[in-house]
């Protein structure tokens, strides 16, 4: 039973351009989130998605990222025009429940830097 | 608002003496706990978690953490480290019925031979 996998694990690209990081959840798990670490910090909530649908996205930014679940495929999570401060480690998590006390594995993470 | 505080960013500790990371919450509701650890260029894996119950939660690799309420903490124990232990800990709190995990900053656990 394979884990959270995570593609690219590491992504360059230059200022301006569009970053899409993709997720691809547990078997039988269709909860999925979204956490980014900054260097030297710890992992902040960005969004959680179920299968076609947003629940949470209170950590989200406002503009430039969107992040979507669709019925059949991957999680995208997807960064336009990235800038400087945008460089992170992007981790996925997904869980059989959508409640905190059930475990959430992590994906190995995306590593964005951006040039 | 909820937040965790891991007071020691780095933590230097002799292969086979005993270690303890300390994690603080503050939280106005009912949490659940948690302790992740990261080894390099890894994910986050679960270590252990207090959801309700007894207080002193076993974990994986050894790893123990006693969750007191009084004290809004949820120290993290091992009794006697190896160098396998060297990695990113991390301490996390959910407020029950939310659906994400609030982390603190990291504690680096570094085990010297």
């Known amino acids: 039973n394979a884990g959270v996998m995570q593609n690219p694990r590491h992504l360059v690209r230059r200022r301006g351009q569009e970053a899409r990081l993709r997720c691809s959840p547990m078997?039988?798990?269709?909860?999925v989130y979204w956490y980014r670490q900054l260097p030297e910090e710890g992992l902040k909530f960005m969004v959680y998605?179920?299968?076609?649908?947003?629940?949470?996205e209170s950590g989200m930014p406002k503009e430039r990222f969107s992040a979507e679940f669709p019925k059949e495929g991957p999680s995208i999570l997807r960064i336009q025009q990235v800038v400087r401060g945008d460089s992170a480690a992007y981790f996925c998590?997904?869980?059989?429940?959508?409640?905190?006390?059930?475990?959430?594995?992590f994906g190995q993470g995306t590593r964005l830097t951006v040039v | 608002a909820q937040s965790v505080t891991q007071l020691d960013s780095q933590v230097p500790v002799f292969e086979e003496a005993p270690v303890e990371l300390r994690c603080n919450y503050s939280?106005?509701?009912?949490?659940?706990l948690f302790w992740y650890v990261q080894y390099p260029n890894q994910g986050l894996q679960l270590l252990l978690k207090?959801?309700?119950?007894?207080?002193l939660v076993k974990g994986i690799n050894g790893f123990e953490a006693e969750f007191n309420k009084s004290q809004t903490s949820f120290h993290l124990r091992k009794p006697s480290v190896h160098i396998s232990d060297t990695a990113e800990y991390f301490c996390a709190v959910s407020e029950t019925g939310a659906n994400n995990l609030f982390f603190g900053t990291g504690t680096r656990l570094t085990v010297i031979p």
């Open positions: 207090y959801l309700s119950g007894s207080t």
């Open positions: 939280s106005s509701v009912s949490v659940y």
């Open positions: 998605l179920q299968k076609e649908n947003i629940i949470d």
């Open positions: 078997k039988g798990h269709s909860h």
């Open positions: 998590a997904s869980s059989l429940l959508g409640q905190s006390n059930t475990e959430a594995f």
